[in-house]
């Protein structure tokens, strides 16, 4: 044991191991500053009372005494348990039919039912407010009931929910074996017992993995039930209205700690599941391929449309409304919603702003995650500061996003804080943005990084040649395709996303999410639906532009991806 | 001297002999991962110029010796010295080697011209040398013309070779091969194997070469490392290994080998059942059980009618089965007194002359010379 203790301390760094210890450090920072630091002061703050003294659990007794605070626990589970069915028997179907089923027109499908993501979780619900809200034509429909409350919520939340769990369950039922539908074929079993002891047990993970996904996302959404919600209050709601509404910080910290229970519950869960799922498909599986069944094919077809259907009609809806002139009395199209006279300092600044957002995130975002995955995965030495990072980067999933904003007040505002000059710049935006999506870049570079070689760093090392020219010519032009799914999520999200910045922006870094707010809050439903419009438009050609370009790309790449 | 970038390879300058000199050695090193012990007090020599051959079953530290070497492994403790200098303490890139993996890890997004200059790039050669080297390397490797091929539209074989030109272009002074030959088919893999070994003797570039496949071993090393638990158990040339080997697992895992049951005699026998048998000299004490290892080539058959009986070392057998193994037949008896098998590879124009079937009966020699005695239970991998 002397001896291994002398070798370490007698180990001489390198200038290599010098700047990636560096490199490795700065992205501890980043995470410490950016995620634990905010976390660990709006955990304390609400174990303190408005003068800052330390008061034990007095703020969770007070909510728990309060029932208008304590009923909206049970109207997110309600909401959040509601969209979670809808969207998962919805999307299970959906996603059955494009992978097991010969049903036409899959890849228009496919498109179609990727739009919500798109647009922020305010326009569906503003659609939904003209299409069944008191002069809406379609509230016929709804007998009476009203859409500002939990109907309206369900089906907004079910809108940009579905997406989410149609990529996940596609996924999980791509991954089949045909020998073993063979296998009972041969056997003679039924197609209901295949389907219960083959193809159920095949996608369990990923259907757990999927509930959870989309409970999580559907009790911390904040942007439908603001919209849409009426007195209805859910969580995320009240956090909003106790920070922004009563200036209540201690209270808002106390229900942002028990919005952060049930994501962090989904989180373990998920993790969970995750390491059991390890190579559930051997590598010599033959992937089954669905044939012809007429009957069942267009029943399928006709499911999916119905569901795309809806989809297009809501987007069209938020489009048709923004170019009336005034809705429903006058029909005649306009532009001039389009300038936005609600706004004070004009809407198109609100809207510059996010685009300079979108693409600083998604820039210095994709870099920094991406290398950051690498230096956890791909090199040696270090260890205790990799895993941390690791765990780091794990954590934002579990960390809801009206959370994460209001602990960067707490942490930011704080008159101490030598930080306190980032408040409400751009600066602190994009921080906020990037460490708010941060786990899925991550996941999705680690996946990527695992694919290649673990040999390339050692050979790069044999030749001498240094660890950043191997990134830079191997490791980053091999994974590209998954580099560029990073910057286009981390765009598409940081245009549409509202629960985070919500808290943060300034009157000169008002973003255009937080403009579609305000807009709806002042009454200039146009306006809004314009807002909300134009964010779409702006993924949408952002997304194709991704398209292209990763078409180009990997045409090229054909030269050296394709085995001859 | 060694040559320089540019120089002409020739034989009369490459392979200038220089055996007598140290390249690297290995000074009690241990490796363990946690409660693992990799590598336990490892000691070892390497001349320049050498061709070795680290030898094993998986998992017996092989690797992770050569990854030590590489420094891409940390040792937990020990001493590695090269050419003079102690490198235990440096990092891959401070150390003089150039490695070819069992995977190649070739860059797929680079061409085979800028994998096998992409060593050189970082060391601000001018652009024309670089090209001459690389063509120069390419030569070598028998792949001129494929300079603008990526590589997944090579064979394995073309890759491996890629790989050991890419390994070579900086001119290491020490060429590590991890197992590069498994993950090609039989036919290549022999072809290569004679290949490598042509081109290390030409270059004259000391190799360290990983391998689980004995056959390899024995054909391409000067010297061959057998290893197993992360001990070595023997270092010597191949014949040394084949011939004298130095415990009952060396004797196990090279070639075939029967292992007979005894009991230990005085010096220079053993006894089988009751029949006396003589072999090499052994330490070990009169009336302990022991192992007889004695190869299935070494073992005489001959017919009953002309057996000597009262000699020696002389037994008798029941044939059990027959294997036709073309240049030779492999024979499997039975040996009357406690059951035991052995088995006999008879060279296919002496099995004529025995006519063989089964069931006959057929007197054995072992002949003392080719007969060791081992510890009883040692054998175990």
Avoid at chain 2, 175 to 183: F, H, I, K, T
Avoid at chain 2, 203 to 214: A, P, R, S, Y
Avoid at chain 2, 277 to 294: D, E, F, M, N, S
Wanted: proline share 5%; aromatic share 10%; hydrophobic share 50%.
């Amino acid at each position: 044991m002397m001896a291994e203790s002398l070798i370490k301390a007698a180990t001489k760094p390198s200038l290599e191991s010098l700047i990636r210890l560096l490199v490795l450090l700065a992205g501890v920072a980043l995470l410490v500053v950016g995620l634990l630091f905010p976390l660990v002061t709006m955990l304390l703050k609400s174990l303190q009372d408005r003068a800052g003294d330390f008061i034990g659990l007095a703020n969770f007794a007070h909510y728990f005494q309060t029932p208008a605070l304590v009923n909206s626990i049970a109207n997110s589970l309600r909401v959040a348990l509601m969209t979670t069915g809808v969207v998962v028997g919805l999307a299970f179907l959906c996603a059955y039919g494009i992978t097991r089923t010969c049903m036409p027109g899959k890849r228009l499908f496919r498109m179609l039912a990727i739009l919500p993501i798109l647009a922020p979780s305010l326009l569906p619900a503003i659609s939904l407010v003209y299409l069944f809200g008191n002069q809406g034509f379609l509230r016929e429909v709804l007998a009476g009931q009203s859409i500002y409350g939990p109907i309206g919520i369900v089906m907004g939340m079910s809108f940009w929910i579905f997406p989410h769990a149609l990529m996940l369950l596609t996924t999980a039922l791509t991954n089949s074996d045909a020998r073993l539908y063979e296998a009972a074929e041969a056997l003679g079993t039924p197609k209901w017992r295949t389907f219960l002891t083959i193809t159920l047990p095949g996608v369990r993970y990923g259907l757990i993995s999927c509930l959870f996904v989309v409970f999580t996302l559907a009790i911390t959404d904040f942007g439908v039930p603001k919209i849409i919600g009426g007195q209805f209050s859910v969580l995320a709601t009240d956090v909003y209205r106790q920070v922004v509404g009563q200036q209540n910080f201690q209270m808002g910290a106390v229900v942002s700690v028990i919005l952060l229970l049930p994501a962090v519950l989904s989180f373990i869960v998920d993790r969970w599941i995750q390491r059991r799922q390890v190579a559930q498909l051997s590598a010599r599986a033959v992937p089954w391929q669905p044939t012809l069944s007429p009957l069942r094919d267009w029943v399928f077809a006709l499911l999916c449309y119905a569901v795309a259907g809806a989809i297009v009609l809501v987007i069209g809806t938020a489009v048709y409304a923004s170019l009336v002139q005034f809705w429903p009395y006058n029909l005649s199209i306009t532009f001039e919603h389009y300038t936005f006279q609600g706004m004070a300092d004009g809407g198109w600044g609100a809207w510059f702003n996010s685009l300079k957002l979108a693409f600083s995130v998604a820039l210095v975002g994709t870099l920094v995650i991406f290398f950051n995955a690498w230096l956890i995965e791909k090199s040696e030495g270090f260890r205790p500061l990799r895993q941390g990072l690791h765990f780091m980067a794990m954590l934002p999933m579990a960390v809801p996003g009206m959370v994460l904003g209001l602990a960067y007040i707490f942490f930011f505002n704080q008159a101490g804080n030598p930080l306190n000059w980032l408040y409400g710049t751009m600066m602190l935006l994009v921080l906020n943005t990037l460490v708010h999506f941060y786990t899925v870049c991550h996941l999705t570079s680690v996946t990527a990084l695992k694919q290649l070689d673990p040999e390339f760093e050692a050979v790069g090392a044999s030749l001498k040649v240094p660890f950043w020219t191997t990134f830079y010519r191997v490791t980053l032009p091999v994974s590209l395709p998954a580099v560029l799914d990073i910057s286009v999520y981390l765009f598409v999200n940081a245009m549409t996303t509202v629960s985070a910045v919500v808290f943060l922006y300034n009157s000169d870094t008002r973003l255009a999410s937080v403009a579609v707010l305000h807009l709806d809050e002042a009454g200039y439903f146009a306006s809004a639906a314009a807002m909300a419009v134009l964010i779409f438009l702006t993924s949408l050609v952002v997304k194709l532009l991704h398209a292209a370009l990763t078409h180009v790309l990997l045409n090229n790449a054909q030269r050296w991806r394709q085995a001859t | 001297m060694p040559p320089t970038m540019t120089s002409p390879l020739s034989v009369s300058t490459a392979a200038t002999p220089r055996a007598t000199t140290t390249h690297l050695s290995i000074d009690g090193v241990s490796k363990r991962f946690g409660s693992f012990t990799a590598l336990d007090n490892i000691a070892l020599e390497i001349q320049e110029g050498e061709f070795v051959c680290f030898l094993g079953p998986s998992g017996c530290g092989k690797t992770t010796l050569l990854r030590t070497i590489a420094g891409l492994t940390r040792q937990s403790a020990g001493r590695l010295t090269q050419r003079g200098k102690d490198i235990s303490m440096l990092p891959p890139q401070a150390r003089d080697f150039g490695i070819v993996f069992q995977s190649y890890a070739l860059f797929p997004n680079l061409t085979v011209f800028n994998n096998v200059a992409y060593g050189l790039r970082n060391r601000r050669v001018e652009r024309a040398r670089i090209n001459d080297r690389v063509a120069e390397l390419l030569a070598l490797v028998n792949l001129t013309g494929s300079e603008a091929k990526y590589p997944a539209a090579l064979s394995g074989g073309q890759q491996q070779r890629v790989a050991l030109a890419r390994a070579l272009a900086t001119e290491p002074g020490l060429l590590l091969l991890d197992e590069p030959l498994s993950a090609l088919d039989a036919r290549v893999r022999g072809h290569l194997r004679s290949q490598i070994k042509a081109l290390q003797a030409r270059l004259g570039v000391t190799t360290i070469m990983v391998t689980h496949d004995q056959e390899e071993a024995l054909t391409m090393a000067d010297r061959i490392v057998v290893m197993n638990h992360g001990v070595i158990e023997q270092v010597g040339t191949p014949a040394a290994i084949y011939h004298q080997p130095a415990s009952a697992f060396v004797a196990s895992f090279i070639g075939s080998m029967n292992f007979l049951e005894v009991t230990a005699q005085a010096n220079r026998q053993a006894l089988l059942g009751n029949t006396p048998c003589a072999c090499l000299p052994h330490t070990i004490a009169v009336g302990q059980a022991a192992q007889l290892a004695i190869r299935p080539e070494a073992v005489a058959l001959s017919l009953q009618a002309r057996a000597l009986k009262h000699q020696a070392g002389a037994l008798n057998g029941e044939v059990v089965s027959i294997e036709f193994l073309g240049a030779f037949q492999r024979v499997t008896l039975r040996l009357p007194e406690d059951h035991q098998t052995l088995i006999a590879d008879v060279p296919s124009r002496d099995s004529s002359k025995l006519s063989l079937y089964v069931g006959q009966l057929l007197a054995i020699h072992l002949p003392a010379e080719a007969a060791r005695l081992y510890a009883a239970g040692s054998s175990q991998q």
